[in-house]
């Protein structure tokens, strides 16, 4: 079967199972199957693919699977992250506060960086490929986690990844900058959000009854890990633009930032 077969026959599969963005989905599973980028696709429709491994990443979808598990793989920022069962998938959103932090890194040079909660490491990764001069401890506690952040962390050598819980603070140099994307979504929504996301880790979603119990360890035990000054990047969910400032009691200059879609989605405050 040609790849223009196999996408054509995706899009019909999927489409008629229900799945949203057919199209895309399809075409992303072709050209993965063959080792092509997804604007090479019209060059190489021709080429032949095994059926029966694009069978197997179709029912994949068809059963709820994230599509970026199903690719282990996903393009965030300038670079492309390995993702899997057990880590939270990197969003466009995300982007935004890495793009707002690598500015500010960039402008202070030499310094240091916490990525809490860092996940995948989409965001410290980033961050310390595009600021050489930076350097970045990336904490995060899901064992699950840290298997696809151990590999996302291979060659960058100013990063380090360090297992920990944030629940206390850990034995480093002070930072110049903590950036998070914590958990925020409350308890009680989780049961409700689309199947997909529940594919992903509950750790990394689950933000407690107001969603707001990661910002508030952040502003209690990690505030005197920061040099004065210094400066918190967070993200924070699109209904906490509000109650965020009454959390961080021990920062000034509290910034609310909307994201592409017009939501509060970062906040950026310096340690009082």
Known sequence: MTLKEAYNYGVYFLSCNG????????????????????????????????????????????????????????DFYESEFYVGKGVLIPRPETEELTSLAVGKVRSLGKCVVYDLCAGSGCIGISIARACPDAFVYLLEKSRDAIFYLQKNAENVKNAKVIEHDISKAAELPKADIIVS?????KTDDIPNLQSEVLFEPKIALDGGTDGLDFYRIINDNWTDKLKDNGTLLLEI?????????????????????????????MVTALKE
């Open 237 to 265: 969910g699109d209904e906490m633009g509000k109650s965020i400032s009454s959390v961080l009691t021990k920062y000034k200059n509290i910034t609310v930032i909307r994201d592409m879609y017009g939501n509060d989605r």
């Open 19 to 74: 799945v949203d963005e057919a199209d895309f989905k399809s075409l992303c599973l072709v050209c993965h199957l063959a080792g092509i980028k997804n604007s090479e696709y019209h060059a190489h429709t021709e080429d032949g693919i095994i059926m029966k491994k694009f069978a197997d990443l179709l029912w994949k979808i068809k059963n709820g699977e994230p599509l970026q598990y199903v690719l282990g793989k996903w």
């Open 181 to 185: 994307n914590p958990p925020y979504i």
